[in-house]
């Protein structure tokens, strides 16, 4: 059953100055979880939004981790998407207890993941999402805040430990762009290097 895993404080605003609160939903497809991002009106007014599917993880704690570093700039772009989509929905019963408003993403005609199978950390593989374009790699990077992309980075060796602790998000992004682009074939993180500075939430 399709849950809400995040409800973000944050309201973002469409092009004609509605407001929105937007949850990141998920649910287990097959043996991976697929999560989109839904939107609510501030006002309650209007039916609930959806995207199409956001991202694929190998589990529930790991989907929980990369909701809870998507940004601002992240959540205008989903709800453009889910405006532009039109997928909207029909607004449930009030007495059926139902956590997410929708059983799963929006259909679409690409899908930002590919149904490429993730890795538990970091949180996103740069080589298969690259397979599937520059332009959703870089996508994906800037739904991320700059802790997990700096686990990114290290872990596919892609900058020094000392570097990335001083490196500002926008050059962390750049690096690993440019080092995707510049592997002559896929490595595997590095044995003993750092995947993430705190376990996800249960």
């Known amino acids: 059953m399709a849950e809400v895993l995040v409800e973000f404080e944050t309201l973002v605003t469409a092009p004609d100055g509605r407001r929105f609160v ?6 287990q497809a097959a043996h991976v979880w697929e999560g989109w991002v839904e939107f609510v009106a501030e006002d309650g007014a209007g039916e609930p939004l959806r995207t199409g599917r956001e991202t694929v993880q190998s589990s529930r704690d790991d989907l929980m981790y990369w909701a809870q570093g998507l940004t601002q700039i992240f ?16 607004r449930a019963e009030r007495d059926v207890p139902r956590p997410a408003h929708f059983e799963g993403p929006a259909a679409a005609s690409s899908d930002a993941t590919g149904g490429a199978s993730p890795r538990p950390r970091p949180v996103l593989d740069p080589f298969t999402t690259f397979a599937q374009g520059r332009d959703i790699l870089r ?29 500002s998000r926008d050059e ?14 896929r490595p595997a993180p590095a044995e003993g290097t750092r995947q993430s500075r705190a376990e996800p939430p249960a």
């Open 22 to 27: 937007p949850s990141v939903c998920g649910r």
């Open 75 to 90: 959540l205008e772009g989903a709800l453009a998407r889910a405006i532009g989509g039109a997928a909207r929905a029909a």
């Open 139 to 167: 996508r994906e990077l800037d739904a991320l805040d700059t802790e997990r992309v700096r686990d990114i980075a290290l872990a596919y060796g892609f900058a020094e430990p000392g570097w990335t602790d001083a490196a």
């Open 172 to 185: 962390l992004v750049a690096t690993i762009l440019r080092g995707v682009q510049q592997a002559g074939e």
